[in-house]
């Protein structure tokens, strides 16, 4: 019982020593319920913020809870789905214990439930959803989601950690899109300020990923821990940090106004520049109202994109050249195919049902404004 310590040595192919950080490896044997067994992760399904509308996890299982373990939570939709429409409502499981931002967390699937799921009536705006659950004592995690509005459930039982592992033979690519979004992220952060810990993390970093494809598997899966590691080192920066990051996201915000300011009626300009000194003065008194002011600024931003059709054109052809992003090759490659037919008949309006299908398909990626303007849950509590 106790702490058992345990002295490691490590060789190379020729027999040399190999220097370690650590020698040693720590196994504290406790008492657990005979036929229970711990959780390793926390697991938890995304919602809007009724508040703010920023992406939150609702936790069905903590970390350390007693494994197998079963229940059923319901939530309410935020949006209206008509049948037969590409709009749709997501089931989003992640797996980890950073509260914010929650895609710093393991992104392990999802359960999409569209217009094109039933043939009539509508899902209204606070429309009930039920989910059933069952977290297996391997952690494997069986789901089913009802929406009795209109009679229809949608089963999953694919998440599993061992279909959700990385193949560190073959994923080179996977991997160091994660490490180089990453290190955005960090340079990003530290435009304007220096900090040793995120400065000793990116040059770790770099140092992988400066050798690409030349990295072997075990190289490649320490690169892969490092990073999920790092992203906690980076979400309490961003926690402690908060008024500066605020800055940082409302400059940026601004300028993405601008830039399609012309499309913009004068209603929303007035409106977008009261938000605009309103989030200035909250972010000078360390308020948490910046949060709710910017995302407003935000959704503003985003129906002012979004009514040129030009970004329609960007963002399916940034889709086309990032087939990795999506968790259904089969399904992408034919949706592809029929969005590049559309392109050549500047067919706008067909393309924007093929962008909002590959939506459904495409995994969440770190500080994605795309996810985030056009892939909310539409669940909340």
Same mark, same amino acid.
């Given at each position: 019982?106790?702490? &058992?310590?345990?002295?490691?040595?490590?060789?190379?192919? =020729?027999?040399?020593?190999?220097?370690?950080?650590?020698?040693?490896?720590?196994?504290?044997?406790?008492?657990?319920?005979?036929?229970?067994?711990?959780?390793?992760?926390?697991?938890?399904?995304?919602?809007? #913020?009724?508040?703010?509308?920023?992406?939150?996890?609702?936790?069905?299982?903590?970390?350390?809870?007693?494994?197998?373990?079963?229940?059923?939570?319901?939530?309410?939709?935020?949006?209206?789905? &008509?049948?037969? %429409?590409?709009?749709?409502?997501?089931?989003?499981?992640?797996?980890?214990?950073?509260?914010?931002?929650?895609?710093?967390?393991?992104?392990?699937? !999802?359960? @999409?439930?569209?217009?094109?799921?039933? !043939?009539?009536?509508?899902?209204?705006?606070?429309?009930?959803?039920?989910?059933?659950?069952?977290?297996?004592?391997?952690?494997?995690?069986?789901?089913?989601?009802?929406?009795?509005?209109?009679?229809?459930?949608?089963?999953? +039982?694919?998440?599993?950690?061992?279909?959700?592992?990385? #193949?560190?033979?073959? +994923?080179?690519?996977?991997?160091?899109?994660?490490?180089?979004?990453?290190?955005?992220?960090?340079?990003?952060?530290?435009?304007?300020?220096?900090?040793?810990?995120? #400065? #000793?993390?990116?040059?770790?970093?770099?140092?992988?990923?400066?050798?690409?494809?030349?990295?072997?598997?075990?190289?490649?899966?320490?690169?892969?821990?490092?990073?999920?590691?790092?992203?906690?080192?980076?979400?309490?920066?961003?926690?402690?940090?908060?008024?500066?990051?605020?800055?940082?996201?409302?400059?940026?915000?601004?300028?993405? $106004?601008?830039?399609?300011? !012309? =499309?913009?009626?004068?209603?929303?300009?007035?409106?977008? &520049?009261?938000?605009?000194?309103?989030?200035?003065?909250?972010?000078?008194?360390?308020?948490?109202?910046?949060?709710?002011?910017?995302?407003?600024?935000?959704?503003? @931003?985003?129906?002012?994109? $979004?009514?040129? +059709?030009?970004?329609?054109?960007?963002? $399916?052809?940034?889709?086309?050249?990032?087939?990795?992003?999506?968790?259904?090759?089969?399904?992408?490659?034919?949706?592809?195919?029929?969005?590049?037919?559309?392109?050549?008949?500047?067919?706008?309006?067909?393309?924007?049902?093929?962008?909002?299908?590959?939506?459904?398909?495409?995994?969440?990626?770190?500080?994605? !404004?795309?996810?985030?303007?056009?892939?909310? %849950?539409?669940?909340?509590?």
């Amino acid at each position: 019982m106790g702490e &058992n310590h345990f002295n490691v040595q490590c060789t190379d192919e =020729n027999g040399a020593d190999i220097k370690l950080e650590s020698s040693t490896i720590v196994i504290t044997k406790t008492l657990i319920n005979i036929g229970k067994i711990p959780c390793a992760h926390s697991v938890g399904v995304e919602l809007e #913020d009724p508040v703010t509308h920023k992406p939150i996890l609702d936790y069905l299982i903590k970390k350390d809870d007693l494994l197998p373990k079963s229940g059923t939570v319901k939530y309410k939709t935020t949006k209206r789905i &008509n049948a037969g %429409s590409s709009d749709s409502i997501s089931f989003k499981l992640w797996e980890g214990e950073i509260t914010d931002p929650i895609v710093y967390n393991r992104f392990i699937g !999802e359960i @999409t439930i569209s217009g094109n799921s039933f !043939e009539y009536g509508i899902i209204p705006v606070g429309s009930e959803i039920i989910c059933e659950y069952t977290f297996s004592d391997s952690g494997n995690i069986e789901t089913k989601v009802t929406v009795p509005s209109v009679g229809i459930t949608e089963a999953k +039982d694919s998440y599993d950690r061992l279909s959700g592992q990385i #193949d560190f033979n073959n +994923d080179y690519e996977k991997v160091l899109n994660e490490a180089q979004n990453l290190l955005d992220k960090i340079d990003e952060l530290t435009e304007n300020q220096f900090d040793t810990k995120l #400065d #000793d993390i990116a040059e770790k970093i770099i140092a992988y990923v400066e050798r690409g494809d030349e990295l072997s598997a075990e190289e490649l899966q320490t690169l892969f821990e490092l990073v999920q590691t790092s992203k906690g080192v980076v979400a309490a920066f961003i926690q402690e940090n908060r008024t500066s990051v605020w800055q940082q996201e409302l400059d940026s915000i601004v300028h993405d $106004f601008t830039t399609f300011e !012309e =499309n913009a009626t004068p209603a929303m300009i007035k409106q977008f &520049n009261s938000l605009k000194e309103s989030a200035q003065r909250a972010i000078d008194m360390n308020s948490s109202t910046a949060e709710k002011l910017l995302e407003q600024m935000r959704e503003i @931003t985003a129906k002012v994109m $979004f009514s040129n +059709d030009e970004i329609y054109l960007a963002i $399916f052809s940034f889709m086309a050249e990032n087939p990795q992003d999506f968790n259904n090759s089969v399904l992408y490659h034919e949706l592809i195919i029929q969005g590049i037919q559309y392109v050549q008949q500047n067919d706008i309006s067909s393309l924007k049902n093929i962008i909002s299908r590959l939506l459904q398909i495409r995994i969440p990626k770190e500080d994605s !404004e795309l996810d985030v303007m056009l892939k909310g %849950s539409g669940l909340t509590k």
